[in-house]
């Protein structure tokens, strides 16, 4: 609940959290107490039909900043049917906006969100964009290796079915950078992994061993003064281990 020019807005998620009925609707009325009347606009914000991959948008809290409001709400990982046990919320940030009458419009809901909300230091991502090789794709179309260095957590990469699944980073030139962060599709499960780089595809430095790794977490954080070219990031993909799936893999 917030308060805006005299009136209270009274806003609430609707549907069922694990499907595409899942939404957010508000209410408006003269006292925290109501009487309260429903917004025209129902939902404000929802499943998205246009793009798939934003799905089950509620769970939401509402904030002012500069002037402005912004909605900030959780959306469902949906490349899956996941049991409810397993699906992955993710965290999403737009704006609220409002009619000259003071009614709520629809929230358009974005992969890019809405940024900082205040100056703060930047840093450059090699990764981003950069040329994508690899192993195996689990579908090359669905989950392509490129979907690991678009910056966007609404698609991500899943390798096939070999013991070991491999992604590989081409800079197009040699970096220098001391960062290399791995955000794996389950943080909730242990990954074993190891990370090698070059500065020509013919040598290889091993950069991170954790092939028997036991912790969760996200993302994986391998710290050290890298050059390279090159930057592979190696998988194990036995049975016991979680499959081999990254959303994003980030070079500072």
């Known amino acids: 609940m917030f308060k805006e020019n005299g009136k209270y807005y009274f806003s609430y998620s609707w549907g069922k959290t694990w499907d595409e009925t899942y939404q957010v609707r508000y209410a408006t009325g003269p006292t925290p107490y109501g009487p309260w009347i429903e917004g025209m606009v129902r939902p404000i914000m929802s499943t998205d039909d246009k793009d798939k991959k934003i799905k ?14 912004y909605i900030v709400y959780h959306r469902f990982n949906t490349l899956d049917k996941y049991d409810i046990s397993q699906k992955l919320r993710q965290v999403a940030a737009d704006e609220l906006n409002f009619n000259p009458d003071g009614s709520l419009q629809r929230v358009v809901t974005t992969h890019k969100g809405v940024g900082a909300l205040k100056a703060f230091p930047t840093r450059k991502n090699w990764a981003f964009g950069a040329k994508i090789n690899g192993s195996n794709d689990l579908d090359s179309v669905v989950t392509p290796g490129r979907f690991a260095v678009d910056e966007n ?88 281990n979680s499959r081999p799936g990254i959303w994003e893999v980030k070079v500072y």
């Open 56 to 69: 089950s948008t509620a769970h939401h809290t509402i904030l002012q900043f500069g002037g402005k409001y």
């Open 153 to 240: 957590n609404g698609n991500l990469w899943i390798g096939g079915k070999y013991a070991q699944e491999w992604l590989q980073l081409d800079f197009g030139a040699v970096k220098s950078f001391n960062e290399i962060q791995i955000f794996p599709e389950f943080p909730i499960k242990a990954y074993q992994y190891k990370i090698v780089v070059s500065e020509d595809n013919r040598d290889w430095k091993l950069a991170e061993n954790q092939w028997e790794n036991k912790k969760i977490g996200s993302p994986l954080v391998s710290s050290a003064k890298f050059k390279a070219r090159y930057v592979r990031v190696i998988l194990r993909n036995e049975k016991q």
